[in-house]
Protein backbone atom coordinates (compact mmCIF):
# COMPACT_ATOMS: atom_id res chain seq x y z
CA UNK A 1 0.00 0.00 0.00
CA UNK A 2 1.12 3.56 -0.51
CA UNK A 3 1.56 5.31 1.84
CA UNK A 4 -0.01 8.81 2.81
CA UNK A 5 0.78 11.39 5.43
CA UNK A 6 -2.08 13.49 5.91
CA UNK A 7 -0.02 17.23 7.05
CA UNK A 8 -3.52 19.34 5.40
CA UNK A 9 -5.51 19.72 8.81
CA UNK A 10 -5.99 17.84 11.74
CA UNK A 11 -9.80 18.26 10.90
CA UNK A 12 -8.57 15.08 8.97
CA UNK A 13 -8.33 12.94 11.98
CA UNK A 14 -11.05 9.99 12.08
CA UNK A 15 -13.14 9.18 15.14
CA UNK A 16 -11.17 6.46 17.07
CA UNK A 17 -12.09 3.14 17.79
CA UNK A 18 -13.24 4.29 21.69
CA UNK A 19 -15.30 7.22 20.13
CA UNK A 20 -17.12 4.76 17.88
CA UNK A 21 -18.02 2.48 20.30
CA UNK A 22 -19.43 5.83 22.53
CA UNK A 23 -21.37 6.77 19.85
CA UNK A 24 -23.03 3.20 19.26
CA UNK A 25 -23.63 2.81 22.97
CA UNK A 26 -24.82 6.29 23.28
CA UNK A 27 -27.68 7.06 26.00
CA UNK A 28 -30.14 9.64 23.31
CA UNK A 29 -33.29 12.39 23.53
CA UNK A 30 -34.54 14.80 21.42
CA UNK A 31 -31.83 17.58 22.27
CA UNK A 32 -34.15 20.34 20.99
CA UNK A 33 -36.40 19.73 23.96
CA UNK A 34 -33.30 19.16 25.96
CA UNK A 35 -33.65 15.90 26.89
CA UNK A 36 -30.84 14.04 25.49
CA UNK A 37 -28.85 12.78 28.69
CA UNK A 38 -25.24 12.37 26.68
CA UNK A 39 -25.16 15.63 25.42
CA UNK A 40 -26.04 17.04 28.68
CA UNK A 41 -23.12 15.29 29.68
CA UNK A 42 -20.96 16.74 27.49
CA UNK A 43 -22.00 20.26 28.17
CA UNK A 44 -21.08 20.21 31.41
CA UNK A 45 -18.27 18.55 30.63
CA UNK A 46 -16.90 21.48 28.74
CA UNK A 47 -17.83 24.31 30.99
CA UNK A 48 -16.09 23.10 33.61
CA UNK A 49 -13.12 22.42 31.36
CA UNK A 50 -13.50 26.52 30.44
CA UNK A 51 -14.35 27.04 33.95
CA UNK A 52 -18.01 28.63 32.82
CA UNK A 53 -21.56 28.61 33.62
CA UNK A 54 -22.94 26.42 31.05
CA UNK A 55 -22.23 25.41 27.26
CA UNK A 56 -24.20 24.65 24.52
CA UNK A 57 -23.48 21.85 21.65
CA UNK A 58 -22.64 23.46 18.20
CA UNK A 59 -22.26 21.71 14.58
CA UNK A 60 -19.16 23.59 13.98
CA UNK A 61 -16.32 25.91 14.81
CA UNK A 62 -17.44 28.45 12.43
CA UNK A 63 -20.90 28.20 14.14
CA UNK A 64 -19.89 28.64 17.42
CA UNK A 65 -18.10 31.76 16.49
CA UNK A 66 -21.06 33.26 14.38
CA UNK A 67 -23.33 32.38 17.36
CA UNK A 68 -20.71 33.74 20.08
CA UNK A 69 -20.90 37.14 17.97
CA UNK A 70 -24.39 37.35 17.24
CA UNK A 71 -25.66 36.69 20.96
CA UNK A 72 -22.97 39.22 22.04
CA UNK A 73 -23.42 42.39 19.85
CA UNK A 74 -26.95 43.82 18.03
CA UNK A 75 -27.24 44.20 14.34
CA UNK A 76 -25.33 47.28 13.22
CA UNK A 77 -22.03 47.04 15.76
CA UNK A 78 -19.15 46.62 15.20
CA UNK A 79 -16.86 43.87 16.37
CA UNK A 80 -13.08 44.19 16.79
CA UNK A 81 -10.66 41.46 15.65
CA UNK A 82 -7.13 40.70 14.03
CA UNK A 83 -6.52 40.85 10.71
CA UNK A 84 -5.30 37.45 10.78
CA UNK A 85 -8.21 35.77 12.22
CA UNK A 86 -10.00 32.98 11.33
CA UNK A 87 -13.46 34.68 11.86
CA UNK A 88 -12.29 37.52 9.46
CA UNK A 89 -10.69 35.89 6.85
CA UNK A 90 -12.37 32.14 6.51
CA UNK A 91 -15.87 32.37 7.91
CA UNK A 92 -17.62 33.40 4.83
CA UNK A 93 -18.23 37.06 6.43
CA UNK A 94 -21.35 35.02 7.96
CA UNK A 95 -21.42 37.47 11.11
CA UNK A 96 -22.32 40.04 8.47
CA UNK A 97 -24.77 38.28 6.09
CA UNK A 98 -26.57 37.08 8.87
CA UNK A 99 -26.09 39.66 12.16
CA UNK A 100 -25.47 42.69 10.26
CA UNK A 101 -22.04 43.28 12.13
CA UNK A 102 -19.38 45.33 10.88
CA UNK A 103 -16.29 43.68 11.26
CA UNK A 104 -12.84 46.09 12.32
CA UNK A 105 -9.72 44.47 12.03
CA UNK A 106 -7.02 45.91 13.70
CA UNK A 107 -3.07 43.97 13.01
CA UNK A 108 -2.30 40.98 14.70
CA UNK A 109 1.02 41.08 15.77
CA UNK A 110 3.29 37.55 14.60
CA UNK A 111 1.94 35.80 17.42
CA UNK A 112 -1.60 36.46 17.20
CA UNK A 113 -2.03 38.89 19.71
CA UNK A 114 -3.54 42.43 19.25
CA UNK A 115 -1.80 45.97 20.90
CA UNK A 116 -3.62 46.67 23.71
CA UNK A 117 -3.21 50.40 22.77
CA UNK A 118 -4.94 49.74 19.00
CA UNK A 119 -7.84 48.12 21.17
CA UNK A 120 -8.20 50.88 23.14
CA UNK A 121 -8.18 53.86 20.40
CA UNK A 122 -10.98 51.38 18.08
CA UNK A 123 -13.71 51.49 20.71
CA UNK A 124 -16.16 54.16 19.32
CA UNK A 125 -17.36 56.97 20.72
CA UNK A 126 -21.01 57.39 21.98
CA UNK A 127 -21.95 59.68 18.66
CA UNK A 128 -24.86 58.97 16.31
CA UNK A 129 -21.96 58.47 13.38
CA UNK A 130 -20.70 55.63 14.62
CA UNK A 131 -21.49 52.24 14.74
CA UNK A 132 -21.29 51.47 18.82
CA UNK A 133 -18.23 48.66 19.52
CA UNK A 134 -20.70 45.33 19.90
CA UNK A 135 -17.50 43.42 20.81
CA UNK A 136 -13.78 42.08 20.86
CA UNK A 137 -12.94 38.70 19.12
CA UNK A 138 -9.90 37.33 19.80
CA UNK A 139 -8.28 33.92 18.98
CA UNK A 140 -5.86 31.13 20.62
CA UNK A 141 -3.71 29.51 19.60
CA UNK A 142 -3.79 31.35 16.13
CA UNK A 143 -4.29 29.39 13.03
CA UNK A 144 -3.24 31.46 10.15
CA UNK A 145 0.11 33.05 12.32
CA UNK A 146 1.37 29.27 13.09
CA UNK A 147 -0.73 27.91 15.81
CA UNK A 148 0.87 30.60 18.00
CA UNK A 149 -0.20 31.00 21.37
CA UNK A 150 -1.40 33.92 23.92
CA UNK A 151 -1.32 33.29 27.33
CA UNK A 152 -3.33 34.24 30.16
CA UNK A 153 -1.67 37.10 30.92
CA UNK A 154 -1.37 38.35 27.08
CA UNK A 155 -4.99 37.79 26.68
CA UNK A 156 -5.76 39.81 30.41
CA UNK A 157 -4.13 42.78 28.63
CA UNK A 158 -6.37 43.00 25.22
CA UNK A 159 -9.31 42.54 27.48
CA UNK A 160 -8.25 45.46 29.47
CA UNK A 161 -8.90 48.14 27.71
CA UNK A 162 -12.85 46.81 26.32
CA UNK A 163 -13.75 45.84 30.02
CA UNK A 164 -14.60 49.51 31.69
CA UNK A 165 -16.50 50.25 28.16
CA UNK A 166 -18.71 46.71 29.09
CA UNK A 167 -18.04 45.49 25.83
CA UNK A 168 -18.25 41.74 25.85
CA UNK A 169 -15.40 39.73 24.30
CA UNK A 170 -15.33 36.37 22.00
CA UNK A 171 -12.98 34.16 22.41
CA UNK A 172 -12.15 31.83 19.13
CA UNK A 173 -10.58 29.20 20.74
CA UNK A 174 -11.16 26.37 17.87
CA UNK A 175 -7.62 24.88 19.13
CA UNK A 176 -7.36 26.27 22.34
CA UNK A 177 -6.30 22.90 24.55
CA UNK A 178 -3.21 23.23 22.08
CA UNK A 179 -2.70 26.42 23.67
CA UNK A 180 -3.19 24.80 27.20
CA UNK A 181 -1.32 22.12 26.25
CA UNK A 182 2.03 24.18 25.18
CA UNK A 183 1.82 26.25 28.12
CA UNK A 184 1.34 23.67 30.19
CA UNK A 185 -1.75 25.12 31.91
CA UNK A 186 -5.42 24.15 32.61
CA UNK A 187 -6.97 25.72 29.55
CA UNK A 188 -9.97 27.26 31.51
CA UNK A 189 -7.27 29.82 32.79
CA UNK A 190 -6.55 31.13 29.45
CA UNK A 191 -10.13 32.25 28.91
CA UNK A 192 -11.17 33.38 32.79
CA UNK A 193 -10.91 37.07 31.30
CA UNK A 194 -13.35 36.28 28.21
CA UNK A 195 -17.18 36.38 28.42
CA UNK A 196 -17.62 33.42 25.83
CA UNK A 197 -15.49 30.81 24.33
CA UNK A 198 -16.06 28.65 21.20
CA UNK A 199 -13.68 25.57 20.89
CA UNK A 200 -13.61 22.59 18.66
CA UNK A 201 -13.93 18.79 19.13
CA UNK A 202 -13.18 17.91 15.75
CA UNK A 203 -9.77 19.09 15.14
CA UNK A 204 -7.23 17.92 16.57
CA UNK A 205 -9.28 16.18 19.86
CA UNK A 206 -10.19 13.97 17.20
CA UNK A 207 -14.38 13.78 17.39
CA UNK A 208 -15.98 13.67 13.64
CA UNK A 209 -17.99 16.54 14.70
CA UNK A 210 -18.82 19.60 16.96
CA UNK A 211 -18.06 22.44 18.35
CA UNK A 212 -18.40 23.86 22.24
CA UNK A 213 -19.67 27.69 22.83
CA UNK A 214 -19.59 27.83 26.55
CA UNK A 215 -20.44 30.81 28.88
CA UNK A 216 -22.67 32.66 31.27
CA UNK A 217 -25.50 30.60 31.48
CA UNK A 218 -27.76 33.67 30.37
CA UNK A 219 -25.08 34.19 27.69
CA UNK A 220 -26.12 30.35 26.87
CA UNK A 221 -29.44 30.25 26.80
CA UNK A 222 -29.66 33.07 23.98
CA UNK A 223 -26.81 31.45 22.09
CA UNK A 224 -29.46 28.35 21.88
CA UNK A 225 -32.13 30.62 20.25
CA UNK A 226 -29.48 31.53 17.75
CA UNK A 227 -28.75 28.43 17.13
CA UNK A 228 -32.62 27.50 16.55
CA UNK A 229 -32.85 29.99 14.12
CA UNK A 230 -30.22 29.01 12.30
CA UNK A 231 -30.97 25.71 11.62
CA UNK A 232 -28.68 24.54 14.18
CA UNK A 233 -30.80 22.68 16.68
CA UNK A 234 -30.52 18.76 16.26
CA UNK A 235 -32.28 16.14 17.61
CA UNK A 236 -30.83 12.60 19.08
CA UNK A 237 -27.07 14.27 18.70
CA UNK A 238 -26.03 12.30 21.60
CA UNK A 239 -24.85 9.96 18.73
CA UNK A 240 -22.38 12.70 18.06
CA UNK A 241 -21.68 14.15 21.48
CA UNK A 242 -20.67 10.84 22.79
CA UNK A 243 -17.91 11.23 20.85
CA UNK A 244 -16.86 14.60 21.60
CA UNK A 245 -16.92 13.41 25.90
CA UNK A 246 -14.10 10.58 24.36
CA UNK A 247 -12.18 13.29 22.64
CA UNK A 248 -12.04 15.65 25.77
CA UNK A 249 -11.50 13.37 28.44
CA UNK A 250 -8.70 11.28 26.15
CA UNK A 251 -7.86 13.67 23.55
CA UNK A 252 -6.35 16.11 25.71
CA UNK A 253 -2.92 15.16 26.99
CA UNK A 254 -1.61 13.87 24.04
CA UNK A 255 -1.59 16.95 21.82
CA UNK A 256 1.44 17.16 23.48
CA UNK A 257 2.93 13.91 21.23
CA UNK A 258 1.71 16.11 18.23
CA UNK A 259 3.55 19.55 19.43
CA UNK A 260 6.62 17.34 19.76
CA UNK A 261 5.92 16.40 16.00
CA UNK A 262 5.29 19.61 14.54
CA UNK A 263 8.58 20.67 15.95
CA UNK A 264 10.48 17.75 14.32
CA UNK A 265 9.40 18.91 11.29
CA UNK A 266 10.14 22.13 11.56
CA UNK A 267 13.45 21.47 12.41
CA UNK A 268 14.14 19.46 9.77
CA UNK A 269 12.50 21.87 7.63
CA UNK A 270 14.63 24.63 8.50
CA UNK A 271 17.65 22.27 7.91
CA UNK A 272 16.42 21.88 3.79
CA UNK A 273 17.36 24.56 1.29
CA UNK A 274 14.90 26.36 -0.39
CA UNK A 275 12.47 26.03 2.58
CA UNK A 276 12.29 28.44 5.43
CA UNK A 277 10.78 28.13 8.87
CA UNK A 278 10.24 30.78 11.67
CA UNK A 279 11.04 28.47 14.40
CA UNK A 280 9.92 31.10 16.90
CA UNK A 281 6.09 30.38 15.49
CA UNK A 282 6.21 26.68 16.09
CA UNK A 283 4.16 26.01 19.54
CA UNK A 284 1.51 24.04 18.82
CA UNK A 285 0.58 21.72 15.96
CA UNK A 286 0.98 23.86 13.46
CA UNK A 287 3.93 24.69 10.98
CA UNK A 288 4.00 27.14 8.54
CA UNK A 289 6.99 27.01 5.90
CA UNK A 290 8.10 29.37 3.02
CA UNK A 291 9.03 28.12 -0.54
CA UNK A 292 9.64 31.24 -2.01
CA UNK A 293 13.01 30.48 -2.99
CA UNK A 294 12.08 27.42 -4.49
CA UNK A 295 10.61 29.64 -7.67
CA UNK A 296 7.47 27.03 -8.01
CA UNK A 297 4.05 28.20 -7.17
CA UNK A 298 2.54 26.74 -4.20
CA UNK A 299 0.02 24.76 -6.18
CA UNK A 300 2.64 23.11 -8.33
CA UNK A 301 4.41 22.28 -4.82
CA UNK A 302 1.43 20.89 -3.47
CA UNK A 303 0.44 18.52 -5.71
CA UNK A 304 4.03 17.38 -6.65
CA UNK A 305 4.78 16.18 -2.88
CA UNK A 306 0.41 15.27 -2.98
CA UNK A 307 2.16 12.26 -5.56
CA UNK A 308 4.90 11.47 -2.88
CA UNK A 309 2.40 10.85 -0.48
CA UNK A 310 2.52 13.87 1.45
CA UNK A 311 -0.90 16.23 1.68
CA UNK A 312 -0.01 20.11 2.71
CA UNK A 313 -2.10 23.25 2.34
CA UNK A 314 -1.24 26.47 1.20
CA UNK A 315 -1.56 29.24 3.65
CA UNK A 316 -1.31 32.13 1.41
CA UNK A 317 1.64 33.65 -0.79
CA UNK A 318 4.49 31.39 -0.63
CA UNK A 319 3.26 29.62 2.70
CA UNK A 320 2.35 25.81 2.90
CA UNK A 321 1.09 24.69 6.04
CA UNK A 322 1.38 21.26 7.54
CA UNK A 323 -0.35 20.18 11.04
CA UNK A 324 0.19 17.23 13.19
CA UNK A 325 -2.39 15.16 14.71
CA UNK A 326 -2.57 11.60 16.25
CA UNK A 327 -2.70 10.04 12.67
CA UNK A 328 0.56 11.35 11.99
CA UNK A 329 3.25 9.36 13.93
CA UNK A 330 7.39 10.21 14.21
CA UNK A 331 7.77 8.38 11.39
CA UNK A 332 5.46 9.78 9.25
CA UNK A 333 7.08 13.02 9.76
CA UNK A 334 10.21 11.80 8.90
CA UNK A 335 9.02 10.29 5.72
CA UNK A 336 7.48 13.33 4.88
CA UNK A 337 10.80 15.35 5.55
CA UNK A 338 12.65 12.96 3.01
CA UNK A 339 9.96 13.39 0.26
CA UNK A 340 9.96 17.20 0.63
CA UNK A 341 14.07 17.21 0.46
CA UNK A 342 14.14 14.44 -2.59
CA UNK A 343 11.28 17.20 -4.30
CA UNK A 344 13.12 20.38 -3.41
CA UNK A 345 16.26 18.61 -5.17
CA UNK A 346 14.41 17.80 -8.29
CA UNK A 347 12.48 20.84 -8.74
CA UNK A 348 15.43 23.38 -7.96
CA UNK A 349 18.90 21.44 -8.20
CA UNK A 350 20.32 25.09 -7.97
CA UNK A 351 19.27 25.78 -4.94
CA UNK A 352 19.45 21.83 -3.58
C1 LIG B 1 -9.11 29.21 14.49
C2 LIG B 1 -10.30 28.55 13.86
N1 LIG B 1 -11.51 28.98 14.18
C3 LIG B 1 -12.62 28.42 13.66
C4 LIG B 1 -12.53 27.38 12.76
C5 LIG B 1 -13.79 26.84 12.14
O1 LIG B 1 -14.07 25.54 12.52
P1 LIG B 1 -15.03 24.63 11.63
O2 LIG B 1 -14.20 24.16 10.49
O3 LIG B 1 -15.44 23.54 12.57
O4 LIG B 1 -16.17 25.46 11.20
C6 LIG B 1 -11.27 26.90 12.38
C7 LIG B 1 -11.15 25.81 11.41
O5 LIG B 1 -10.10 25.45 10.96
C8 LIG B 1 -10.12 27.52 12.94
O6 LIG B 1 -8.89 27.11 12.61
Same mark, same amino acid.
Given at each position: ???????????????????????????????????????????????????????????????????????????????????????????????????????????????????????????????????????????????????????????????????????????????????????????????????????????????????????????????????????????????????? $? *????? %??????? /???? +? =? #???? !?????????????????? $? *????? %??????? /???? +? =? #???? !??????????????????? *????????????????? =????????
Amino acid at each position: MTRTVELRSDTFTRPTEAMRRAMYEAEVGDDLWNEDPTVHRLEELAAQRMGKEAAVFLSSGTQGNLIGLLTHAKSGSEVLLGDETHIFNAESAGAAVVGGLQLRTLANDARGGIDPHAIRSAIRSDDPHHPPTGCLALENSHNRCGGTVLSADDVAAMVEPVKSHGIPVHMDGARIFNAAVALNVPAGSLVRDVDSVSFCLSKGLGAPIGSMLCGTTAFVDRARRWRKLLGGSMRQVGVIAAAG $I *VALES %GVDRLAE /DHAN +A =R #LLAH !GLAEIPGTSVDLATVQTN $I *VNFDI %GRLGVTP /DRFI +A =R #LAER !GVQVAGNGGSVIRAVTSYE *VSRQDIEFALSAVSELV =RDMSPAVA
